[in-house]
């Protein structure tokens, strides 16, 4: 039997605003995901690690505090340091449209703005996730 996608949810910096990442933790649990949830404050290099020891699949960001940029390239960055580049990353929160070109080039694999996005759109992602297996090709 084929395990489920395991899913990591972030929130990273500053931000204290954790109703959307708790919702869409659950949403990811009641579809069949095993989710953890980091809690607030997280720094970019606890996220990493903790996606590592936990050997997810995907690693959800979700920022409002407008660093998304920064915040996930140093994510994204200690990963490949951790030699865990296989590790899908998506993003979620307050994302300008003029950010999602510069996110897309740092190596995120979908961004969900929260001002267009659904809960059922991003569980939707999720289950095509899972039937697809999950995480990356460990050399992209």
Do not use: N, W
């Amino acid at each position: 039997m084929k395990r489920p996608l395991k899913v990591l949810i972030a929130k990273v910096g500053l931000d204290g605003h954790d109703r959307g990442a708790i919702f869409v933790a659950k949403t990811l649990s009641e579809i069949g995901c095993e989710v953890i949830y980091t809690g607030l404050y997280q720094t970019p290099e606890k996220v990493a690690a903790a996606a590592v020891q936990e050997d997810v699949d995907v690693v959800g960001l979700s920022v409002l505090s407008g660093a998304h940029v920064a915040l996930t390239g140093q994510v994204i960055a200690a990963l490949k340091r951790y030699g865990a580049q296989g590790i899908r990353v998506v993003v979620g929160g307050v994302i300008f449209a003029e950010d999602l070109p510069k996110l897309h080039a740092l190596g995120v694999d979908r961004v969900f703005p929260a001002y267009e996005s659904s809960l059922g759109a991003v569980a939707e992602y999720f289950r095509e996730l899972a039937l697809a297996g999950g995480r990356r090709d460990e050399s992209d």
